[in-house]
């Protein structure tokens, strides 16, 4: 039957929610919302321990943060009044602290009137050094015992009652009782579920359930800043679930763009999918503010991924410019202080404003005429399409992944190249001088983000997890071993060609049929590939590369640097590392006149 069909069960998986959260979380609450209003139900699974989640969700509720209809699972919640599946055989423990003197030290009630007890942190050893938490029901029993402690070497002991006090199950960490857990809520024939949260999908990397096939959706770039996308350092929350990437049977992301140059480094083309963010409605109450020319504003996160310095600086032009914009800033976070310094520095402090965080976003986007997108890298930018909405016009830096999908240059909003704060305020001034532009703009905007809303995004989940549950049918997927590459020499045949020797350190025995390495050639600024040579020879040590000289010739066409590369392929799976040098205190290069010479690595 096809999934569409189905009464499906929704799952969206993170850490933890709280009353006020970014754009990850709200993707995955207005995702939840989404698949609850076509099916009647669905639910935000979390982890982290919290006493205050059920006032914490009625809130959300209240303030329309969260749809009524989505619940929220939490293990710490649930299993006070239910009770954890039974272990089929409960392992013995590893370890045993050395003391059990336990003292309470803080206890943890439930707020409202009842405040039952949560939990209780206790200590044990003449220096605190074995900690335990005991989690319990309404009725006072305990349902939950986790212990930590040394013994040589860090021990966890995750211990499950039931009512009666019967041990039922034993856990050598937190992680493995979470994955316990969640196969008894979600892993079923008719569950959908997606995991948003990097941390928690570091944490399920080795979840193996039966029915539900696992699922990664990727909200930002994954690879570091100012980092190749074909070969370069992978972003440090992402590189354990791509390193990882055997054990998930798709990876979900928000733009093609994304997608392709994923594939374009480790292939796996089939299990990669593009769904892109779902953009709830979002209505502006009356009275509605009446949009000024001058009013410029700033959403997200005040951290240094969204480079709201360049913000300031854009207004610091305009200022010089004789404008005098107003900047609205909403959102909070760990640059705050340095921004506000920031703004008085530059002498903007009566022309910035800070919110902090606003259930009013719509209402802000609604009175401003421009909005200054400054980050150094996105997913999708999901805030972009919320001020089109308003009608309020995006001018935002063209950069790895996201306002190139929502913004047609000229059109709907404006693209200038990265951290081009001259254009950035050209862009800007010609809105606040050109009204009827702003106008055509603004309206442009608004049709395109209704466009997008009307798109069917629960129904490409439902195609996509169809496409998953076929995959994770037809068993593993290809893994592709750990390998390096360093060159280890190059020799000049006959002066025509080249032979290029690179050390790989991968175990040979570890490479299954069909594997093979390919030295791939790329041009620098476009990153298009040029031509990829497969080795002649390999051995356990060095995979050696014929490279004729007809290619020789196309890289000297190239109208940009050329990179080198080496590929490891393995069936559909593949990855991609810049071929470097072995660690050396002396560093070879050429002249312009072809001799040889050494400089001292710096």
């Known amino acids: 039957m096809n999934i569409r069909e189905q009464q499906l069960d929704a799952y969206m998986v993170t850490w933890k929610l709280e009353r006020e959260f970014g754009g990850m979380t709200t993707v995955c609450t207005q995702r939840a919302a989404a698949f609850a209003q076509r099916h009647g139900s669905a639910a935000v699974v979390t982890f982290g321990p919290n006493e205050q989640l059920p006032q914490i969700v009625e809130e959300l509720v209240e303030r329309g943060k969260l749809s009524p209809?989505?619940?929220?699972?939490?293990?710490?919640?649930?299993?006070?009044?239910?009770?954890?599946?039974?272990?089929?055989?409960?392992?013995?423990?590893?370890?045993?602290?050395?003391?059990?003197?336990?003292?309470?030290?803080?206890?943890?009630?439930?707020?409202?009137?009842?405040?039952?007890?949560?939990?209780?942190?206790?200590?044990?050893?003449?220096?605190?050094?074995?900690?335990?938490?005991?989690?319990?029901?309404?009725?006072?029993?305990?349902?939950?015992?986790?212990?930590?402690?040394?013994?040589?070497?860090?021990?966890?002991?995750?211990?499950?009652?039931?009512?009666?006090?019967?041990?039922?199950?034993?856990?050598?960490?937190?992680?493995a009782f979470y994955r316990h857990w969640l196969s008894q809520i979600v892993d079923h024939p008719n569950s959908l579920v997606v995991i948003d949260s990097k941390y928690t999908a570091a944490m399920l990397a080795s979840w193996k359930p039966v029915h539900v096939p696992k699922v990664f959706a990727f909200h930002s770039i994954h690879v570091a800043k100012g980092q190749d996308l074909a070969s370069g350092q992978l972003s440090k929350g992402h590189e354990p679930i791509i390193e990882e990437r055997s054990n998930w049977d798709a990876f979900v992301f928000l733009t093609q763009a994304q997608r392709q140059a994923y594939v374009d480094r480790f292939g796996e083309a089939d299990s990669a999918f593009v769904i892109p963010n779902p953009l709830n409605p979002s209505t502006v109450q009356p009275p509605v503010p009446e949009r000024s020319s001058t009013s410029l504003v700033v959403a997200g996160s005040l951290t240094p991924n969204k480079n709201v310095a360049a913000a300031l600086d854009v207004l610091h032009e305009l200022a010089l410019r004789g404008k005098r914009p107003t900047l609205h800033v909403v959102g909070e976070g760990s640059e705050h202080a340095a921004l506000a310094e920031r703004a008085a520095e530059l002498g903007l402090r009566e022309s910035v404003i800070f919110h902090g965080y606003s259930d009013q976003l719509p209402r802000h986007f609604a009175s401003c005429t421009a909005q200054l997108f400054t980050s150094?890298?996105?997913?999708?930018?999901?805030?972009?399409?919320?001020?089109?909405?308003?009608?309020?016009?995006?001018?935002?830096?063209d950069i790895n992944f996201g306002p190139a999908d929502s913004i047609t240059d000229g059109h709907n909003g404006f693209l200038v190249r990265h951290g081009d704060i001259q254009a950035m305020a050209d862009r800007v001034q010609q809105l606040m001088d050109d009204p009827a532009l702003a106008a055509r703009m603004s309206q442009q905007a608004r049709t395109f983000a209704s466009e997008y809303q009307a798109r069917d995004l629960v129904s490409l989940w439902e195609d996509t997890m169809s496409m998953a549950k076929m995959l994770k049918k037809l068993?593993?997927?290809?893994?592709?071993?750990?390998?390096?590459a360093r060159l280890r020499g190059v020799d000049f045949p006959d002066g025509q060609g080249l032979q290029v020797r690179v050390e790989h350190?991968?175990?040979?025995?570890?490479?299954?049929?069909?594997?093979?390495?390919?030295?791939?050639?790329?041009?620098?600024?476009?990153?298009?590939?040029?031509?990829?040579?497969?080795?002649?020879?390999?051995?356990?040590?060095?995979?050696?590369?014929?490279?004729?000289?007809?290619?020789?010739?196309?890289?000297?066409?190239?109208?940009?640097?050329?990179?080198?590369?080496?590929?490891?392929?393995?069936?559909?799976?593949?990855?991609?590392?810049?071929?470097?040098?072995?660690?050396?205190?002396?560093?070879?290069?050429?002249?312009?006149?072809?001799?040889?010479?050494f400089r001292p690595k710096q």
């Open 69 to 175: 209809k989505v619940r929220v699972l939490n293990p710490y919640l649930h299993l006070a009044e239910h009770d954890l599946q039974p272990q089929a055989s409960i392992p013995e423990r590893k370890a045993e602290p050395a003391c059990l003197d336990f003292t309470v030290r803080k206890s943890v009630h439930h707020p409202g009137q009842d405040a039952t007890l949560f939990c209780e942190h206790s200590v044990a050893g003449p220096e605190g050094g074995v900690k335990k938490t005991t989690y319990y029901r309404a009725d006072g029993t305990v349902f939950l015992s986790d212990m930590k402690f040394h013994d040589g070497k860090a021990r966890r002991i995750v211990e499950a009652f039931d009512r009666s006090g019967t041990l039922v199950a034993r856990f050598p960490s937190a992680a």
């Open 376 to 397: 150094t890298n996105e997913g999708q930018a999901l805030v972009i399409l919320e001020a089109q909405a308003q009608g309020c016009i995006p001018v935002s830096f």
């Open 475 to 484: 068993g593993a997927k290809n893994r592709v071993p750990h390998f390096e």
């Open 505 to 597: 350190r991968a175990h040979t025995e570890d490479l299954p049929e069909p594997a093979t390495f390919e030295l791939v050639f790329s041009n620098r600024d476009s990153k298009e590939e040029i031509a990829a040579v497969a080795s002649s020879s390999v051995d356990e040590q060095l995979a050696v590369f014929d490279v004729e000289p007809q290619l020789l010739g196309e890289t000297q066409d190239q109208d940009a640097a050329v990179d080198v590369n080496l590929r490891l392929r393995v069936g559909k799976a593949m990855e991609m590392k810049r071929l470097g040098l072995p660690e050396t205190m002396i560093l070879p290069y050429f002249t312009t006149h072809k001799n040889l010479s």
